[in-house]
């Protein structure tokens, strides 16, 4: 076997391994990585607590001091 095509040959086979683990690497990492939430963000204006409610709650009250609060749009 001439040393050219046995060099091709490893080259090949290495680079074909690399996007083997690169495919097997990004499917590992949307089957188990997190998914965005789809709650709100909400900032209390009177105590600065930052804290989340449901995405169908448009406003919402603080945990910590209970005054209605509307949602952070960024």
């Given amino acids: 076997m001439p040393t050219d095509l046995l060099i091709a040959f490893y080259v090949a086979a290495t680079l074909g391994a690399l996007c083997l683990l690169a495919l097997y690497h990004g499917q590992r990492q949307r089957r188990f990585g997190s998914m965005p939430s ?33 949602a952070i749009s960024f």
Avoid: M, W
């Fill in 38 to 70: 789809k709650d709100h963000i909400f900032r209390c204006e009177q105590c600065h607590y930052v804290y989340t409610d449901d995405a169908d709650v448009d406003r919402s009250r603080c945990p910590q001091c209970g005054r209605l609060n509307d």
